[in-house]
């Protein structure tokens, strides 16, 4: 009997190195949503070395590593941009994702999964938030001759003392 499982067993733990439970469980990328209001808007998301990573138009769903180096989460910065509108900059990051990676290890991956596998596939954390919103707010914009029309709201009060309103329709 013993004969027979000693085959199974070594192909078992040989294969324990291999065994990592955030890494199977979730892996190593992870798909995040980016919405904007309006929609439509260009959304560019770089890593933490300004390298362009991803792009579209939203709303749109993007899978992104997790891992940015051995035991270092992801840091995304993503930039909305749409015509009429201000650009907008929201920040991605990574945080450990305790479930797999805490518990799964104590219970399957042992050390292996904690110190080497999960750490370098970045499956041990988590992105968050999973869903990027971004409302974009009405901006600057050009007319012949290169003046600038803004909103009163978009002054600071001091520039707006010395400003000349416009009534709408003159």
């Known amino acids: 009997?013993?004969?027979?499982?000693?085959?199974?067993?070594?192909?078992?733990?040989?294969?324990?190195?291999?065994?990592?439970?955030?890494?199977i469980m979730k892996g190593s990328d992870q798909k995040v949503a980016f919405q904007s209001t309006p929609t439509g808007a260009k959304v560019s998301i770089f890593d933490s070395s300004g390298m362009l990573v991803g792009d579209g138009t939203t709303p749109i769903t993007i899978p992104l590593k997790k891992g940015a180096a051995y035991f270092q989460a992801a840091k995304y910065?993503?930039?909305?941009?749409a015509p009429g509108r201000q650009k907008k900059e929201i920040w991605l990051t990574g945080s450990l994702e305790g479930g797999w990676y805490i518990v799964g290890n104590l219970i399957v991956g042992g050390l292996i999964g904690w110190l080497i596998v999960d750490p370098l596939t970045g499956a041990m954390w988590n992105l968050s938030p999973e869903t990027v919103n971004a409302?974009?707010?009405p901006g600057v914009s050009k007319i012949d001759g290169g003046l600038r029309v803004v909103f009163a709201q978009q002054v600071s009060p001091r520039l707006l003392a010395t400003a000349t309103l416009v009534a709408a329709g003159n």
């Open 77 to 81: 910065r993503v930039v909305f941009e």
């Open 135 to 137: 409302s974009l707010d």
């Open 1 to 23: 009997m013993i004969r027979r499982l000693l085959p199974f067993l070594c192909l078992l733990l040989g294969l324990m190195p291999l065994i990592a439970c955030a890494t």
